[in-house]
């Protein structure tokens, strides 16, 4: 598993952005797939995780209703919109793999992109 993450930028209060977590392997459709973030100075936290089987989703609360991920299995791809964007959403967000959910956490990391949300 080999995971790209990408699309973040600086966006206003109120906008919209979508992430993209690309894996480059074979095996993607077998993993549970995540976002986290991390803000300056606080430690990285769970956004949101979409199942293998059956695309199953959960949200933290805080973006819960603001976010959806998905994935494109076909296209090995995993995204994040994220709207209604506040500046509270500013952090690298990171995207993550755990084969068929078996830790239920990430055991592969992207590198990260940053998302700066401007008031």
Do not use: H
């Given at each position: ?38 803000a300056p100075g606080k430690e990285r936290e769970f ?71 401007s008031s």
């Amino acid at each position: 598993v080999q995971l790209q993450a990408s699309g973040g930028g600086l966006v206003q209060v109120g906008g919209s952005l979508r992430l993209s977590c690309a894996d480059s392997g074979r095996t993607f459709s077998y993993y549970d797939m995540y976002w986290f973030r991390q803000a300056p100075g606080k430690e990285r936290e769970f956004v949101a995780r979409i199942r293998w089987s059956g695309g199953t989703t959960y949200y933290a609360d805080s973006v819960k209703g603001r976010f959806t991920i998905s994935r494109d299995n076909a296209k090995n791809t995993m995204y994040l919109q994220m709207n209604s964007l506040k500046p509270e959403d500013t952090a690298v967000y990171y995207c993550g793999a755990d084969l068929r959910g078996r830790s239920s956490t990430p055991e592969y990391w992207g590198q990260g992109t940053l998302v700066t949300v401007s008031s």
